[in-house]
């Protein structure tokens, strides 16, 4: 398996892989597809990187842009992460969480909040930080990270692609 940045041609199976990994799940609407579509047509897809089996994308994940209300800059979204059923459990999805961490590390991002859960992300270093809020969703799902100081307080903004805009 080899992870690599998107590239052209991808789309369709970026898009396929999204939809079966969230295919039936309880906590999804069934548009995270459309929400890696939107930000990457608002050019908000700031890092997107693919894992593939031998010509196959088996796994994506998606890094976005976000806004905090402290006026913070360098701080990033995680989601959707996908990688298709029968390649889960493998490890696809945490090599893809590593290798989007080190290369936002690289870009001099400031650090990363993601909506997800707690018992996947810890290992990574996530935490709950109650002082930095993602308003109206349960509050022990959003995480966050920094990589440089501290995490910050306030109220966090996702990319508008991520609200059907």
């Not at 996947?120 to 969703?137: S, T």
């Amino acid at each position: 398996m080899m992870i690599r940045p998107e590239k052209a041609g991808d789309e369709a199976a970026i898009a396929a892989v999204t939809q079966a990994a969230f295919a039936g799940k309880s906590y999804s609407d069934q548009t995270e597809h459309l929400i890696v579509d939107r930000l990457r047509r608002a050019g908000a897809l700031s890092l997107s990187l693919v894992a593939v089996e031998g010509e196959a994308v088996v796994g994506h994940i998606a890094f976005s842009p976000l806004t905090l209300s402290g006026g913070e800059a360098g701080w990033f979204g995680l989601g959707p992460l996908s990688v298709l059923p029968q390649w889960q459990q493998q490890g696809i999805g945490r090599s893809l969480v590593k290798a989007g961490l080190e290369r936002l590390k690289t870009m001099g991002a400031s650090g990363c909040c993601l909506l997800g859960s707690p018992q996947y992300y810890r290992p990574f270093g996530f935490v709950n930080a109650p002082h930095l809020v993602l308003p109206e969703v349960p509050p022990q799902y959003f995480q966050a990270i920094a990589f440089t100081g501290v995490i910050p307080n306030g109220t966090v903004a996702f990319h508008r692609g991520f609200y059907g805009e």
